[in-house]
T-cell receptor, first 115, second 113 residues
Framework: DAMVIQNPRYQVTQFGKPVTLSCSQTLNHNVMYWYQQKSSQAPKLLFHYYDKDFNNEADTPDNFQSRRPNTSFCFLDIRSPGLGDAAMYLC??????????????FGAGTRLSVL | AQKITQTQPGMFVQEKEAVTLDCTYDTSDQSYGLFWYKQPSSGEMIFLIYQGSYDEQNATEGRYSLNFQKARKSANLVISASQLGDSAMYFCAMREGGNQFYFGTGTSLTVIP
């Protein structure tokens, strides 16, 4: 059974039209991450939550926002998608921040297209 | 400096042969974890194997093993008896004491029948 679930798998939006991607987990992990991955590149961390504490990467554009209403769910909001935001968006979870041994588990990703 | 370096953008291997994917890392921490992930064309990142900095033995998981050389700061992934389904991108990653994982640029592996 999938432990980190992302919906939808494919999302098409229009230039400038807000879009929300969702992620849920059944692992009860306290850390949740959002990555952006463009073709043939490494995943780029956008931000992460440690419980309710939000940690933004310094180079994440303001256009990207996130919400974590409870332990299980985390959302990525793109307020005004541009053509450059077309990418795969990966959600991941991890247990007990601060311990190097804790594995990061990923969802299947949402592939975003911007028309 | 890059935390994780993967110097092989693409690799080819004959089916049933073994292949080694290289990974070097940079850290001054004593406690850290090293991970390998597989990403097929479908996009999902699949965890393969973990090696802790204090682990004395090389990690193994089925056909995957990690050749950990701490003094050289390398953590190479060895896939034995390659299968066509092993064709994918492979990412090496490191976690130090905090929340962040550092990823390499990946190696694209193609298994040839």
């Amino acid at each position: 059974d999938a432990m980190v679930i992302q919906n939808p798998r494919y999302q098409v939006t229009q230039f400038g039209k807000p879009v929300t991607l969702s992620c849920s987990q059944t692992l009860n992990h306290n850390v949740m991450y959002w990555y952006q991955q463009k073709s043939s590149q490494a995943p780029k961390l956008l931000f992460h939550y440690y419980d309710k504490d939000f940690n933004n990467e310094a180079d994440t554009p303001d256009n990207f926002q996130s919400r974590r209403p409870n332990t299980s769910f985390c959302f990525l909001d793109i307020r005004s998608p541009g053509l450059g935001d077309a990418a795969m968006y990966l959600c991941a979870t991890s247990r007990d921040a601060g311990l190097a041994k804790n594995i990061q588990y990923f969802g299947a990703g949402t592939r975003l297209s911007v028309l | 400096a890059q935390k994780i370096t993967q110097t092989q953008p693409g690799m080819f291997v004959q089916e049933k042969e073994a292949v080694t994917l290289d990974c070097t890392y940079d850290t001054s921490d004593q406690s850290y974890g090293l991970f390998w992930y597989k990403q097929p064309s479908s996009g999902e990142m699949i965890f393969l194997i973990y090696q802790g900095s204090y682990d004395e033995q090389n990690a193994t998981e089925g056909r995957y093993s990690l050749n950990f050389q701490k003094a050289r700061k390398s953590a190479n992934l060895v896939i034995s008896a390659s299968q066509l389904g092993d064709s994918a991108m492979y990412f090496c990653a490191m976690r130090e004491g905090g929340n962040q994982f550092y990823f390499g640029t990946g190696t694209s592996l193609t298994v040839i029948p």
